[in-house]
């Protein structure tokens, strides 16, 4: 599989703490920093061995520490005793469904979970030089189509579960950036983001390709006409390491700053599952498709995001590398092996 080369030197002995490293971006993550010879150690609630990390033996490269981000004390001893210089921040409840179901359960996950973690960096007394805190395009809340793209001083407006408790932990980790702690915390706000080992069957993407491999059956949940904006998660990961390095470099002028990071490039769900069923080989299911989604309301989700990236090419020199042709591409032959492996996820 391809992989970008991250900044070798700047890694190389690194102690690196990942919340959520059982998932999809964490799982990603993890594979860049032990490719780059960082110590990673992974906060991990269960152990799904059907995730990225383990399918892909990268369960082995790291230290994972078992036990909910809820749990300070254990977050505080290992920040402590790992002597942890960088934290990634991506354990979430990030089902948009289940947090309209259980808004609790996700406040409880997204805003303590946060929270507790950060306390936990502020108990560390400045060992941590550097925290990246994944917030989302979501915590802007809803704004019309022509105030697109989001730009980082948009006020966040979220009404909904998910939305709502992303802004949370987004501002909370503003708050302990503030002059009163000086925490070295940066914020990222980014669009969708997809690729191998996005197993969140929830998200259109994972749903399509797997129905579109034989392995399951695509449920619609809107008409096709919502706007989203599709990042390759190996160009997310390149940008999550050149933000911790400059972070840990430029404390006192990159904490508490917030980054929006996108194509530009915007899709409806319609062009992303006509990329889907061309690459699969299935256009013909197309406009059976399209005729079952005529008419179909989502209620719970924002009509219309997609973000620019101004702000971290002009920070950190970033631009996204991977057209969605090409990273959808590579996520279907990853799916491919997947399932052929796992069968029944
Ligand atoms: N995937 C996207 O499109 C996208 C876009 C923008 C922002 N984000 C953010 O990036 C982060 C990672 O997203 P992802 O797609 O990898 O999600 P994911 O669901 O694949 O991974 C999240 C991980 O967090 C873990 N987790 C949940 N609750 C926990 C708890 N209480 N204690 C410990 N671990 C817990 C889960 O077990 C899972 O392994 C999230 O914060 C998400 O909001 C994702």
Redesign the pocket.
Known sequence: MRMRVPPLRYWCGKSVLI????????GNLAEALTAAGANVFG????R?SR?YLFHEGLDRRVTLVEG???DKELLTRVIGEEQIHTIFH?????EVGVAAAHPQLTFE?NVR?TYQLLEAVRLASGGVRAVVV????KAYGSYPRRKMPYREDYPLIPRYPYDVS?ACADMIAQSYASELYRLPILVTR?????GPG???FS?VLPDAIRACLGYGKFVPRGDGTQIRDFLFVKDVVALYLAMAESLAHRPEKLRGKVFNAGTRQPLSIREVLAVVHRLTGRESDLPALYRGMKKRKTTGEIDCQFMDYATVRKEFGWTPKTRFAVGAEETIAWFRAYFERTPTA
Do not use: C, P
Request: charged letters at 10%; zero cysteines; hydrophobic letters at 35%.
């Open positions: 919340t959520g490293i059982n998932g999809f971006i964490g906060l991990i609630r269960n799904n995730s909910d981000l809820g991506l354990a979430s409840q990030v996950t979970g994944a917030s989302s395009d992303k980014f669009s969708n983001i997809y996005q197993l969140n998200a």
